[in-house]
């Protein structure tokens, strides 16, 4: 039997989470407005659970509390942008590296299924679809390894920039690009933590280069 505190415990951890989720593969854009309320009555739960995740996410810098009601995600600017990139450059080739002696056979074969499900989302234009593969590809590279603070400094990082992805995604989804994760698939099988460093490092700064500048140009961020 569960304790009422372990359940609380559970349901807050349910609902960050959740929220964790949206954010990441950009379900949430940028300057969107949240509803404890709203999110509460979506997720059948009370309003705490809601205020507590939302408190974690602030901590994280994926979400601005302004005052007890109104919360929303950050806008993007040029400059917070290009500090994303720079931390997503410093850290995930190196994570990359880290993990590939965890790389087993099976997770080579969860690479290639969520490269295979990303190109898929891209014919389909299914921007939810190309956000999940996506995000499930590096992270199923990353969290081979045993650096789990590492791995969610990289998490972190990546709460702040999913929804600006996502709302930008429908101008790049069908441009060609590299394929800088068959690079680094190539890379893994082979042991070659150079050639992994570098095609996660390209695949980075090619698509978040094309992501700023489409972005941008739009006026999507201020």
């Known amino acids: 039997m569960f304790t009422d505190e372990q359940k609380e415990e559970g349901l807050n951890a349910s609902v960050y ?3 964790r989720q949206r954010l990441v593969t950009g379900r949430m854009a940028p300057g969107h407005e949240l509803s404890t309320r709203s999110i509460a009555a979506e997720l059948g739960v009370s309003q705490t659970p809601v205020r507590d995740a939302l408190s974690r996410l602030a901590a994280e810098g994926a979400v601005s509390i302004r005052s007890k009601r109104r919360v929303r995600v950050p806008p993007m600017t040029p400059e917070r942008f290009d500090d994303l990139l720079a931390c ?5 080739p190196e994570a990359a590296v880290l993990a590939l002696p965890f790389l087993t056979t099976q997770r080579v074969a969860a690479l290639r299924e969520a490269d295979a499900a990303l190109d898929t989302a891209i014919t389909d234009g299914d921007a939810d679809a190309y956000m999940g593969a996506n995000h499930r590809f590096h992270f199923t590279l990353y969290r081979a390894s045993p650096r789990a603070t590492h791995v969610q400094l990289i998490e972190t990082v990546w709460l702040q920039f999913g929804p600006f992805m996502r709302v930008v995604y429908g101008r790049i989804g069908h441009t060609k690009l590299h394929d800088s994760h068959q690079d680094a698939i190539k890379a893994v099988i082979a042991k070659d933590a150079e050639a992994l460093r570098a095609a996660i490092a390209h695949d980075i700064a090619d698509g978040m280069h094309l992501i ?8 999507v961020a201020p």
Request: glycine share 12%; aromatic share 0%; no cysteine.
């Open 17 to 19: 989470a959740e929220l």
């Open 88 to 92: 997503r450059l410093m850290l995930e």
């Open 212 to 219: 700023k500048r489409a972005g941008l140009e739009a006026g």
